[in-house]
């Protein structure tokens, strides 16, 4: 059992400052100091190996899944998608590029390039991803697992919602950038 604190709060074993976050778009838990705003996805020097193992099963391990996969991913679909930021993005930063300095219209025309490139069949979204987009999905050809209603911005989930398995939808807005986005299941 995850030890507490006296006033009830669960130890992380993390210095103080930090806190365990989760990330919708990985759906893995990460570290996060709201003092300095640093995140990251290794625990922070300092941290107390053994009780973090502890909180972290308790908080945030995986729900058991059903020897039958049954209800595994009810409403929930799996999607794919290649981003473009630019410096209007609310992080105009990538694992490309530290400092994105291209105008909202530089972007279009490049995911507009994207879009016809797999529209004439010489590419795969997916393929394209992993040299192209600006999201860190990119590792996993832009996939970005499964995910429900309430979980993704509304422009980009109402667009992956109206997909069907193998669609791919045009150009769509969000404050992270411009996405394409493939439904997968």
Same mark, same amino acid.
Not at 137 to 161: H, I, T
């Given at each position: 059992? +995850?030890?507490?604190? *006296? ?7 993390? %210095? %103080? ?14 570290? =996060? ?9 290794? %625990? %922070? ?7 973090? $193992?502890?909180?972290? +099963?308790? !908080?945030?391990?995986?729900?058991? /899944?059903?020897?039958? #996969?049954? #209800? ?6 799996? +999607?794919?998608?290649?981003?473009? $930021? ?24 490049? &995911?507009? @390039?994207?879009?016809?490139? &797999? !529209? ?19 590792? $996993? ?14 422009? =980009?989930?109402? @667009? +992956?919602?109206?997909?069907? *398995?193998?669609? &791919?939808?045009?150009? /769509? #807005? ?6 394409? &986005?493939?439904?997968?299941?």
């Amino acid at each position: 059992m +995850a030890t507490a604190d *006296p006033w009830g709060a669960p130890q992380t074993g993390l %210095p %103080p400052e930090w806190e365990v976050r989760h990330s919708n778009s990985k759906n893995l838990p990460y570290y =996060f100091n709201p003092a300095t705003k640093e995140s990251r996805w290794e %625990p %922070p020097v300092g941290t107390d190996s053994e009780k973090l $193992k502890d909180y972290m +099963a308790h !908080h945030h391990s995986a729900q058991p /899944v059903r020897s039958d #996969g049954a #209800g595994q991913h009810e409403g929930k679909i799996r +999607a794919g998608h290649l981003l473009v $930021k630019h410096r209007e993005s609310r992080r105009p930063s990538s694992w490309r590029e530290a400092e994105i300095t291209r105008s909202k219209d530089e972007a279009r025309t490049l &995911i507009q @390039a994207h879009e016809a490139k &797999i !529209h004439r069949g010489e590419t795969t979204l997916g393929d394209l991803a992993v040299t192209e987009s600006d999201c860190s999905s990119a590792r $996993k050809r832009g996939d970005l697992g499964f995910f429900g209603r309430g979980e993704m911005q509304k422009e =980009f989930e109402d @667009a +992956a919602f109206a997909l069907k *398995p193998g669609e &791919i939808s045009g150009v /769509v #807005g969000t404050a992270s950038g411009l996405h394409l &986005i493939e439904r997968l299941e």
